[in-house]
């Protein structure tokens, strides 16, 4: 009858649209799995680079310097967001005995980049107090390089090389900054160097 | 019969879709009446906090001076999101005298901090205007303080104390920053201070 | 009779919701529609504007110098979401000859001016280059120049101005900028300028 034949129709059409949710859920469910797996896999990523970045540390024969107090009344970062905004960094080697000294006079271009070297150490040690791990750093992404020097002299990227080299070594791609190197004539307790950061990361 | 009994079950289905998605709708207008309540709740702390800002100001017998103009075609402020980059600020007290002098020569390291404070004043001066209420200040990330000094000065962060202090008192936590203090031998009309920042706030 | 009312009910039911989905189905596209109309709409724009700030560049006489190559080991660029970092750029003119002298000793203010300038111009091309279309700059929120110059110098933001108007000729509002301008003792190359800028863009 035509009666029927309007119910079967009916019928099909609640079953079809009934069908038609069930998949929508069957796929939010493995939308849903795919995404745990990938946190699990980015998890065990974690853990290997993890490895890789402490690794890399000890293969290049670098220990990390004591985490630094301000020389004043501010603090050594600023989270904003994944962003972290540094504070100027001085040259503290693991031995405790800042490096002093004017480019040009007391202290060699040589010596003031290993001091520059100790800045981006010294940077590093703030970076994993505060992030817990080091893997967790996305991408330095700019270094300001100031250098206490005599007048004339102009090679303040090659004392900053110093600093800038060693993030390349130990976070590869991540460590790829852009970067300013300026002289100027006098640095807090007359140090040869002074390097501030931004750094992104991941929570 | 079996015919009846079908078209009771479709209609139960097709009832229990419409109670779905009644029960959705109103879940999402509960929602939006939660998210309304929160904004409302928010204005509120905001007036109290207000209060709060401005009260500490005149607590500390804090008078700001009165809005800079840029010493150059540029702008005080450029907003990027909820940060804001402020231009170098100067040492203008509320009489409107510059302060000058290059720390070491013909102003002391004393008087410096008092026109880092100054700075920080004329920072906040900037943030007032540009934020309309103080309060929608959320942080102080970083601070780049340049001091004007002779060769050999090197208690550059006791000068820039001035203006960090300054920013803690007025804001508590939110003042805490990153920041780089540095030398110099010359700045713009002589002045012995410039100071930069970086602050967020809430739109 | 009773059996059949229900029966038409039923089908009123489900024929209203379909049409429902069907009118939220044909939103959808609408929407979709729109999107894809708004995309097109920017894409001419972006034509317009393109062609409006590359014929700004040939009307102002302005011929941008070859992409600079980092001084030291680092990036020109580094992008954080919609953000750019430059490193500090220096005044190479297109005949490739970079700009050399202190500020009151071997060059004057007014050169230091053009050296401003050819700082901003190796910036947009620097710009260029990562971003393929100069129309895809939102906004240049900060530039920091730095002056090589003598002690007792004073007008560091009339040599910067020459970076910052060139900004403003170029870009209009997206080019205005929070700016600080310090001199220094020393800077790299022996260059009288050298001047880092934060930029926003769009992907």
């Known amino acids: 009858d035509k009666k029927k034949e309007i119910i079967i129709r009916s019928i099909q059409v609640i079953k079809m649209r009934l069908l038609s949710q069930t998949i929508k859920s069957s796929m939010a469910i493995a939308a849903r799995l795919s995404a745990r797996n990938r946190i699990t896999l980015n998890n065990r990523m974690g853990v290997i680079r993890h490895v890789h970045i402490e690794k890399r540390l000890s293969d290049l024969g670098i220990e990390l310097p004591p985490l630094g ?3 004043g009344s501010y603090a050594l970062t600023s989270r904003q967001g994944n962003l972290l905004y540094l504070a100027g960094h001085l040259p503290m080697p693991t031995d ?16 003031a980049a290993i001091a520059a070297k100790w800045c981006a150490l010294n940077i590093i040690s703030t970076l994993k107090a ?10 330095i992404h700019k270094l300001v390089g ?11 990227p090659k004392v900053i090389n110093g600093a ?4 390349f070594e130990i976070f ?3 460590g790829r900054h852009a970067r300013s190197a300026v002289g100027t004539n006098a640095l807090p307790l007359n140090v040869p160097v002074e390097i501030e950061a931004i750094v992104e990361f991941k929570g």
Chains 1, 2, 3 share one sequence.
């Open 146 to 156: 100031f250098v206490n020097c005599v007048d004339g002299f102009d090679a303040q």
């Open 172 to 174: 590869g791609d991540a």
């Open 130 to 139: 505060e992030l817990g791990d080091l893997d967790n750093v996305v991408k």
């Open 164 to 167: 800038s080299d060693t993030m």
């Open 69 to 71: 107090t301000p020389k």
């Open 96 to 111: 405790g005995k800042l490096m002093v000294g004017k480019v040009g006079d007391t202290i060699s271009p040589e010596d």
